[in-house]
């Protein structure tokens, strides 16, 4: 399902992946049926982004907010990384995926841990997509964290403020934990929530946004589609005049 030839496509696209529990809940089934249905959903916008050239797909999976609903929701929700993580293995080797995991990883189960160092070390030569998740994730996390970063830093040059003076937003954004990764030209919402909640604060300055009441779970190939489509019809002028 290509774009037309021509058409601009994103380097990075994100997805902030909402809308998972009122898909069961429609159902008549247990919130976390909709997390596992919405796996399938992550398979379709890579294979759709991989086809059409983008370069970065990354994945709001799970927010440092997130922490805080009930044990069983936040128990299935690693088991289910964990699990799909193992399962994707073959499929990112044969499909030349790199696959990342951004976040806080200290607060994670060990054996989802030891799974995302398997996956990113046998990942990491691969060249046709970076699929990144972000797990126990938040913008201000990134910012408070990099800026300890920074004020250590400043300590140990011995200099203090005089070095801070050369410190430029490029020496900043080196410390997030997106260094070295692009900023997402389009950020993606289900599920009709619009908001950040918390999500690329810095990173998302110029992104180009597009909501859709779509849920998670039901966010096809087609669906990923018109999302990229639509990226090809905005203008990005930066603050500038054209
Ligand atoms: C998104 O779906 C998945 C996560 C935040 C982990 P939700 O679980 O937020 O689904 P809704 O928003 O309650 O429908
Ligand atoms: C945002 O969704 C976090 C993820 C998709 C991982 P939430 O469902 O947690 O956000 P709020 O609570 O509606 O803002
Ligand atoms: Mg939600």
């Not at 430029?168 to 599920?191: A, M, Q």
Request: charged letters at 25%; one cysteine or more; glycine letters at 8%.
């Amino acid at each position: 399902m290509q774009l037309e030839e021509g058409k601009r496509v994103p380097r990075h696209v994100s997805i902030i992946m909402d809308g998972n529990g009122r898909w069961a809940q429609e159902r008549g089934l247990e919130r976390v049926k909709g997390h596992l249905q919405g796996v399938a959903s992550v398979r379709a916008a890579l294979e759709e982004c991989a086809d059409n050239g983008v370069e970065y797909l990354s994945l709001y999976a799970f927010s440092t907010e997130n922490w805080g609903r009930p044990d069983d929701e936040v128990n299935y929700l690693m088991q289910l990384m964990f699990k799909s993580i193992m399962d994707e293995l073959e499929n990112f080797m044969a499909n030349g995926v790199r696959f990342m995991v951004l976040g806080n990883r200290a607060s994670l189960p060990d054996i989802l841990n030891d799974s995302i160092d398997k996956a990113m070390e046998m990942t990491a030569g691969n060249k046709r997509i970076t699929m990144i998740l972000f797990i126990s994730y938040s913008g201000k996390w990134d910012i408070l964290q990099a800026a300890k970063h920074l004020a250590a830093k400043a300590i140990s040059s011995g200099e203090g403020e005089s070095w801070l003076v050369g410190v430029g937003e490029k020496d900043f954004s080196s410390l997030l934990v997106t260094d070295g990764i692009p900023d997402p030209d389009l950020i993606i919402r289900t599920s009709g929530e619009q908001r950040l909640s918390n999500y690329l604060l810095w990173q998302g300055a110029y992104s180009e946004f597009y909501f859709t009441k779509v849920l998670w779970p039901d966010f096809d190939r087609a669906q990923m589609k018109l999302a990229l489509e639509e990226y090809g019809r905005r203008d990005r002028r930066y603050g500038k005049v054209k």
